[in-house]
């Protein structure tokens, strides 16, 4: 029998369903993906399991593990459970920690609780486990705090509590969606070999298809509250036979069209082609701490002595894990940031002199998208207004025309001309990302600068968007500078890559070169953690068909 | 990812969300329903009160409630009532122009200071600080001692203390929101410091600022009193709820009810203001509220 076993499970949350029907079942020591975009019920899946759900809940249908009907149990006999033999794990690291306590005395407060054991047992015990999640199991480890703790440092103390006590069933909600491509390989790493160590049983819950082909042995997929297909994850993965799989799939490798051929450094310099953005030598550096009235640390570079060309119809990946300094030069090239030292050319223009009239003529054609599509509008303004926003460097264009602009741009990005009179919250994820697209298209820029664009949107939606950023480009020959730390999205849209690291460029050149053959260690690091749907699906058919010979 | 969340919550705005929401909260109902039973009574005196208040009828003195006097009489034979409904335009009039005060120097201050950072924001603070660390009422009875009792010098005495409550405010406010991606889109399009602070920062922390404004009214109502109390605030006479209490004092065994009323027009009020005040917070920024 399997140890979790979901039977047409169905949850009404003030009246509106949820969940409608999910079977599902794992067995000990195996992992189960539970895949779905955002809205589909998988985080309220597992917090059914766990009966942690929110005021207001009506759950219906069966759930049993490890035989006891956990539908039926009462809230006393649910805290056994929980953290016993359940353990979950959440997204956000940080805010999973209290932030007051010692990562010692939060692993030890579960195996106190649990198994009556005294503190000095316990503190043991929680320094044995820190050592099986790859954490240095001293005192002087038991003794820190979470805010001293790296991310994926972090997220291992939480997979530490959860697992402190052996539960037969550990449920991780999007455990690595937070954390860096490396970090994210060593967390999966580690998930697995606890899960072998212990015989654990594992539910997954990912948007990531990569991440879930890696990972585990079978698979549901969500959608709507609704499981759409599930069975083995290799054999769901590759036969795609419910459309929606195949939607899936196609979405998180997808590579938009494009009818140029991609611009190259090499190429554009040869016939003589001026770059738009030339970029010499750039160094931005954060204030220090300040240490008293008088004195200051010394400042943090956030970017080290950078240099770069980006010639005008170019996409240029910028690519690095978190705190390289991708950011800052994006905002710095923007003169959101001020640089200490260097030298910035835009379409001729030094941007690094005072102001003048030049530059700010110049500074039109550089615009922004921003990661998230929630925080980049002021909720309190029309899209007409919001959309209209860099034309304020265009003043001579009457109030016919700006109203013209905005149409185009709308419609340019697949919103209808009479949305301009609507209010922020009444658009989508998606939609709303389309109107900062929109925002930054106003001005007819030359180069837009995308920080992170899709990173906050599920697979669906991030095929869209790149979809429409390079017909934009094709159209309307568009230079990009495309920040992220997403490199499948970088492999699809780009032309050429820049990894960075702690400030300094590690690498620089075309994509097929970087990504087929990559010259520097934290290049092929980078690439070698990258979950990558088809890679781990070759790689797993290969295993499949040697064990069989 | 804190932004979705957040913008949620800014996401539900306007007059019909707010008039759904606020018709809901009990404390703001009552509140607002006080405060606006006070303002009338502000207002209506300019018109019409029961008795003359300067009028002194020493045969009627010292009258206890009555048909013909509902709070009774003082000590000079005025009708309590009539002083009282006076009195709360003089309330109203003082916190009111206070909190003016507050706001009109606080704001543009506290939004300066955020948009200009370095050695402005630090030297604003500290004054900001330092005018903190003076027990307000304590100063506010050195500036009327200084430049004479009456009701314009403690008005401005209040309204100074108001400065940095709303400069502190609307600084730190100001500070989260311009690192919001939105304001970042408004620099790269080219916007200055303050057109931004305008456009942008402004309506974004307005129902802080009002919240805090309701606040700031019953603090200057009771600083008023307070004044007006150790007869500081207007002078007679003209009437005022603190004074009438100071004048009640030394009768309070045989005429009691020459404090009672007086007393609880200031508690009335105050209550309801700070009643409309939290509740205002429930409304206006979800944020903060409290669980019940």
Known sequence: ?549 | MSGPSQSAELDDWGWPAFARRALRSRSFVIGAAIALLVLAIGILSFFWTPYDVTRLVVADRLQSPSSQHWFGTDHFGRDILSMIMVGARNSIAVALVAVGIGMGIGVPLGTWAAAKRGWADDVLMRFNDLIFAFPALLSAVMITAIFGPGIFNAIIAIGIFNIPVFARLSRGAALGFWTREFILAARVAGKGKTRITIEHILPNISNLLIVQGTIQFSLGILAEAGLSYVGLGAQPPQPSWGRMLNEAQTMMSFAPHMAIFPGLAIIITVLGLNMMGDGLRDILDPRLKREN
């Open chain 1, 1 to 549: 029998m399997s140890l979790l076993q979901i039977k047409e499970l169905g949850l009404e949350i003030s009246g509106r369903p949820i969940l409608k029907k999910v079977s599902l079942q794992i067995e000990k020591g195996k992992v189960l993906g539970l895949v779905g975009e955002s809205g589909s019920g998988k985080s309220m899946t597992a917090l059914s399991v766990m009966k942690l759900l929110p005021e207001g809940s009506d759950l219906s249908g069966q759930i049993s593990f490890d035989g006891t009907d956990l539908t039926n149990l009462d809230e006393t006999s649910m805290c056994h459970l929980r953290g016993d033999d359940i353990g979950m794990v959440f997204q956000e690291p940080m805010t999973a920690l209290n932030p007051l306590k010692t990562i010692g005395e939060q692993i030890a407060e579960g195996i106190r609780l649990h198994r009556g054991a005294t503190t000095s047992e316990a503190m043991h015990l929680a320094a044995d486990i820190l050592e099986q999640v790859g954490l240095p199991s001293d005192q002087h480890m038991l003794s820190r705090y979470p805010h001293e703790l790296s991310g994926g440092q972090r997220q291992r103390v939480v997979i530490a509590i959860a697992c402190a006590l052996k539960p037969k069933l550990l449920i991780a909600d999007e455990p690595t969606t937070a954390l860096d491509v490396t970090i994210q390989a060593q967390i999966l790493d580690l998930l697995r070999t606890l899960v072998t160590e212990n015989d654990m049983a594992l539910l997954l819950i990912s948007h990531d298809l990569g991440v879930v082909a890696d990972m585990a042995d079978t698979l549901t997929i969500l959608r709507d509250g609704k499981v759409m297909e599930s069975g083995d994850a290799v054999d769901v993965l590759t036969n795609r036979r419910h459309p929606y799989t195949e939607q899936l799939a196609e979405a998180s490798s997808h590579v938009p069209e494009r009818s140029a051929p991609p611009v190259l450094a090499s190429e554009a310099q040869m016939a003589g082609i001026a770059p738009l953005l030339s970029v010499d030598k750039i160094v931005c550096d954060y204030p220090g701490k300040r240490l008293g009235i008088f004195r200051k640390s010394s400042p943090f570079r956030a970017v080290d002595s950078v240099s770069f060309d980006i010639f005008p119809g170019q996409t240029m990946a910028l690519v690095g894990e978190s705190g390289c300094g991708k950011s800052t030069l994006g905002r710095c090239l923007l003169g959101l940031h001020r640089q200490s030292a260097g030298e910035l050319h835009f379409d001729g223009v030094s941007l690094s002199d005072d102001n003048n009239e030049q530059q700010t003529d110049a500074r039109k054609h550089m615009q922004i998208v921003f990661q998230d599509p929630y925080g980049s509008f002021n909720p309190r303004h029309r899209v007409a207004r919001l959309v209209a926003e860099p034309l304020f460097r265009s003043p001579h264009l009457s109030a016919v025309e700006k109203d013209e602009r905005i149409c185009q741009a709308l419609e340019s990005v697949g919103l209808d001309r009479s949305d301009r009179f609507k209010y922020i919250h009444e658009f989508s994820g998606g939609q709303r990302q389309r109107l900062a697209i929109a925002r930054a298209l106003v001005s007819r820029p030359k180069l837009i600068i995308a920080d992170e664009p899709v990173s906050a949107l599920d697979v669906s939606l991030r095929a869209q968007i790149l979809d429409l950023l390079s017909e934009l480009r094709d159209k309307l020959q568009i230079a990009y500078l495309f920040i992220s730390h997403d490199l499948t999205v970088v492999q699809a849209i780009c032309d050429e890559v820049l990894v960075m690291r702690s400030g300094k460029f590690v690498e620089h050149g075309p994509v097929e070169k970087i990504f087929l053959d990559p010259q520097e260690d934290y290049t092929r690091e980078l690439l070698a953690a990258a979950p990558n749907l088809e890679k781990y699906l070759h790689e797993r058919t290969a295993q499949t068909s040697d064990k069989r010979d």
